[in-house]
């Protein structure tokens, strides 16, 4: 197998950290060494640096956090740049890969990072014949130029792939097959209820069926199968640790929502395609509802931008898109759907019994 890097990036992640889990992951530990000397009382800090294409070869294979480490380089008190990560990744004299996942989550301190790791990418296609290496990102956008935040010319350096959202079958497979591995069963009920609300989300698929097989261990059942109210507890869990984690810098937005703004999710949670269009929602509210008329106006509003839930697509009038996709399948969770219009599970008396 090829060397490899996969590292997960986070909000708070910063390029040098960035940097050194790449480095890591590859079996290279970046050293910071400081030499002190006095002068007159004052103290100086000498910064020497080894030149990236000469790093130090260890004599034996050591591990720094878990990681089998067998070069060192030394770069003082230095932080690492996207220049010197350019050329360190250039010295490799073979075929290796980089994998940087749930790359859409850097923002706030590390949203300047996009814009350098489009810089890097850049430098090393324009300089292939210099390097053996692949990198991958993944992440949550509609294209490459959302995910790197309207990078210049980034398209001309990449090759976009789409992954479409899993189907109900892929769903059905993977949890009868997951469920047979720890020995659990999960009613019907729940399993059609998991297709339903997570949208083909992987994330959402494994979080909930998770927390519900854990909800179903911590009544202590002998029988291991997940109920509905398993379900239930699980949905919870899985909403709370989503906005604690991917969704955190909804949560305060969402926990504002008014009677009418939660009355108009529902509608939109019913609405069966990813490009939202508000006059078919509109279309929706029944008569006697109290987003008739103005009312649905304001609320929608508040949505769109008073809590940044939605967006117009920047061509198409009157459509619109989730902020982030992943919202979808956890609003779909928390606030379910209208209760006149909500869908019919597909329930088989059979499949009731443990």
């Not at 708070?12 to 950290?17: A, I, L, P, Q, Y």
């Not at 130029?145 to 993977?174: A, C, M, T, V, Y």
């Not at 979808?328 to 379910?336: A, D, E, K, N, S």
Request: aromatic share 12%.
């Amino acid at each position: 197998m090829k060397k490899h890097a996969f590292v997960t990036c986070s909000s708070t992640t910063t390029f040098d950290d960035l940097a050194r889990r790449i480095l890591r992951e590859l079996g290279i530990d970046v050293f910071i060494r400081e030499r002190t000397s006095e002068v007159e009382g004052e103290i100086s800090v000498e910064t020497g640096f080894t030149p990236l294409w000469k790093f130090v070869k260890l004599e034996g294979a050591t591990k720094v956090r878990g990681k089998k480490i067998t070069h060192r380089i030394e770069l003082g008190s230095r932080k690492i740049t996207k220049d010197t990560l350019f050329e360190i990744l250039c010295s490799f004299g073979s075929p290796y890969y980089i994998l940087l996942d749930e790359f859409d989550r850097l923002s706030g301190v590390s949203y300047k990072i996009r814009e350098e790791i489009g810089d890097l990418l850049k430098d090393l296609s324009d300089n292939n014949s210099s390097h053996e290496c692949k990198v991958i990102v993944c992440g949550v956008a509609s294209s490459a130029k959302e995910l790197f935040k309207g990078h210049p010319s980034i398209l001309r350096q990449i090759r976009e792939i789409f992954i479409s959202p899993l189907k109900k079958k892929d769903i059905l497979n993977f949890l009868e097959e997951r469920a047979k591995l720890i020995k659990y069963t999960f009613d019907r009920d729940v399993i059609d209820t998991i297709c339903l609300e997570t949208d083909g989300f992987p994330y959402a698929v494994h979080l909930v069926g998770l927390e519900s097989c854990r909800a179903c261990r911590k009544r202590e059942s002998n029988d291991r199968y997940v109920t509905y109210a398993d379900l239930e507890q699980g949905r919870f869990n899985s909403i709370k640790y989503a906005y604690h984690d991917y969704l955190e810098k909804y949560k305060d937005k969402i926990d504002t929502f008014n009677i009418s703004e939660t009355k108009l999710i529902e509608y939109i949670n019913f609405y069966r395609y990813k490009l939202i269009n508000k006059d078919d929602i509109k279309a929706q509210i029944e008569t006697n509802d109290l987003l008739k008329d103005s009312q649905f106006d304001i609320s929608w509003d508040g949505i769109v931008n008073r809590c940044n839930i939605l967006y117009e697509h920047p061509s198409r009038k009157n459509r619109y898109i989730f902020t982030d996709p992943l919202l979808r399948p956890f609003l779909r969770m928390q606030f379910g759907y209208p209760p006149k219009k909500r869908p019919k599970l597909n329930t088989d008396p059979k499949q009731h019994e443990p």
